[in-house]
């Protein structure tokens, strides 16, 4: 797991990044049960600070800590910039580009990693990160749309919202908090009697392009994945637990497999393997739910 809460530039964004940072941090240790060992957080006046050698070093030490096995979950909450070629997440100092973070990204042995540029101007990190095996969700659509963004304040309360959890399953995926604080966003704007400076994106297939719904083949390997992914070995306190776990972990790996093969099979094989793959999950699911309580 992986905070950079970059610098805010005044003081009110820089308070409302780090309250963010605080709240995100609390809602993955209290409700998802993420070991805050396993937390490595980069911030503009913390100890490491959110820099570009500091970032370089920290994903130096993800290569060598994680295996094929782990999912790795990276948050960038912070302001972002374009311009026009290159998009960047603002650091202390030198920024990085979304196409650097791709190849720290590419370094590591993980099959799974799920990044969440909450930044504005985020939507064109999609182009760069999208990649086989990776989640990618953006504030924003595009490099033009500069202003501060709300989505981390509405993706937080998706983590802590029990009606987040649409499909009744015990957990939220990626999709179900995406959706949710989408939601959220596009609510807010309304309410207020503004024009929407933001529209979160989410791309799952790696064809770099981002969809706001589950359409396109979009969505599927989000809707498989869930935020206490990483913490399979650590949730399974019991022996039956940790068989529940084990298949689930190996039912999601199936849904992904599959989804890579969709181009070489019939369509209605393809639904109906899908579905039944779904189902298996969700039954999985509540008995883990079930199996906690």
């Known amino acids: 797991?992986?905070?950079?809460?970059?610098?805010?530039?005044?003081?009110?964004?820089?308070?409302?990044?780090?309250?963010?940072?605080?709240?995100?941090?609390?809602?993955?240790?209290?409700?998802?049960?993420f070991d805050g060992k396993n937390f490595k957080l980069l911030s503009e006046k913390g100890n490491p600070r959110a820099t570009a050698d500091e970032v370089k070093k920290t994903f130096a030490?993800?290569?060598?800590q994680l295996d094929a096995n782990n999912v790795l979950f990276v948050f960038l909450i912070g302001h972002g910039s374009f311009d026009g070629k290159e998009a960047k997440f603002n650091l202390v100092g030198p920024d990085l580009s979304a196409s650097e973070y791709n190849a720290l990204l590419s370094s590591l042995p993980t099959r799974r990693v799920v990044v969440f540029?909450?930044?504005?101007?985020?939507?064109?990190?999609?182009?760069?990160?999208?990649?086989?095996?990776?989640i990618v969700i953006t504030a924003t659509r595009n490099g033009q749309e500069t202003n501060a963004t709300r989505f981390a304040g509405f993706f937080i309360s998706a983590l802590n919202a029990t009606d987040a959890d649409t499909d009744q399953d015990g957990h939220i995926s990626i999709l179900e908090a995406f959706?949710?604080?989408?939601?959220?966003?596009?609510?807010?704007?309304?309410?207020?009697?503004?024009?929407?400076?933001?529209?979160?994106?989410?791309?799952?297939?790696?064809?770099?392009?981002?969809?706001?719904?589950l359409e396109a083949g979009e969505g599927l390997l989000a809707r498989a994945t869930y935020l206490d992914s990483l913490s399979v070995d650590e949730a399974a306190a019991t022996a039956a637990?940790?068989?529940?776990?084990?298949?689930?972990?190996?039912?999601?790996?199936?849904?992904?497999q599959l989804i890579a093969r969709k181009a070489n099979m019939q369509e209605a094989e393809y639904e109906a393997t899908l579905e039944r793959l779904f189902i298996e999950l969700a039954k999985v699911n509540r008995s883990i739910k079930q199996a906690g309580t």
């Open 241 to 256: 637990t940790g068989r529940l776990m084990k298949e689930r972990t190996r039912l999601e790996g199936e849904i992904e």
């Open 117 to 134: 540029n909450m930044a504005s101007a985020s939507g064109e990190f999609i182009k760069s990160l999208a990649a086989k095996g990776r």
């Open 179 to 213: 959706v949710y604080a989408n939601r959220l966003t596009e609510d807010f704007y309304k309410r207020a009697g503004r024009l929407a400076t933001e529209h979160a994106l989410l791309d799952d297939n790696g064809d770099g392009v981002g969809h706001d719904k």
């Open 61 to 64: 030490e993800l290569k060598s």
């Open 1 to 33: 797991m992986l905070i950079i809460n970059g610098p805010g530039g005044e003081t009110v964004y820089a308070q409302q990044f780090e309250e963010w940072t605080g709240q995100l941090r609390s809602a993955l240790t209290e409700k998802f049960g």
